[in-house]
């Protein structure tokens, strides 16, 4: 039977205020409204709705002036509403291939794959490409991955790369190799002359990982930025 109008609305709204939580983290409800275009009260209702699933849950913060304000955020039962790549990558697979193979085995398994990626992503990533360009491109195939990927620029040709999502999240912490190889890839695809910090890891507790992404010779500044038009290379 098909879904009511009305009822695919709201799913959609919901789904809009998810995804809204994962790429920009705590959000109260007031802006979650001013920004899909519904009433407060509408966001509210849900919220609440997402809340009784166990999707999202709120916490106060101090405001200037008034009663302290609910900022909303997403729990870890929401990370099933996202790309999750068990299929390639699964716990019990890295397992298997540890005892298989040792610790040396399983490594020289992570290197073939990431010199897999490399060939990949290089086919698209062309080293004549500006820096601006190479990250875009490259944001491009990690979101087709379900990494939900974007950059900001921070100015004066440096950028903050951001995943908002890992979609081999559960493989990572049993296999800490993954997140190394996955910034010799990065390091590798952007070229000499480029220099790619992390400085934010969702395996260390935060909500998502971001790469810190300048020139050789340039100092990185602040640890986050907003978003902001694109800087001149």
């Known amino acids: 039977m098909t879904e009511p109008a009305d009822a695919r609305d709201e799913s ?31 966001i509210r209702q849900h919220l609440y709705i997402l809340q009784d699933q166990k999707m999202v849950t709120a916490k106060e913060r ?40 040792g610790a040396d085995g399983l490594q020289r398994i ?23 360009r190479k990250l875009q491109k490259l944001a491009e195939i990690r979101t087709e991955e379900g990494y939900m990927a974007e950059v900001r620029s921070e100015g004066a040709g440096k950028y903050l790369f951001i995943e908002n999502h890992c979609p081999i999240c559960a493989a990572a912490s049993s296999c800490t190799g993954l997140c190394a190889n996955e910034l010799m890839l990065f390091r590798m695809i952007l070229g000499p002359g480029t220099n790619v910090e992390r400085v934010e890891h969702i395996l260390a507790g935060e909500r998502r990982c971001a790469y810190r992404i300048t020139k050789e010779g340039q100092t990185t500044g602040h640890r986050s930025g907003g978003r902001q038009k694109w800087a001149r290379e």
Do not use: C, H
């Not at 794959?113 to 004549?128: P, V, W």
């Open 12 to 42: 959609k709204t919901r789904r809009r205020i998810v995804k809204m939580l994962k790429t920009d983290g705590p959000l109260d409800s007031a802006t979650l409204a001013e920004r899909i275009g519904v009433s407060p009260m509408a």
């Open 62 to 101: 101090a405001v200037p002036v008034g009663r302290p304000a609910k900022y909303w955020e997403l729990t870890r039962k929401a990370d099933r509403l996202f790309p999750d790549a068990y299929a390639e990558l699964s716990v019990s697979l890295i397992d298997s291939l540890n005892d298989a193979f």
């Open 110 to 132: 992570l290197e073939r794959r990431t010199a897999r990626q490399r060939a990949s992503y290089s086919a698209r990533i062309l080293a004549a490409m500006p820096l601006r």
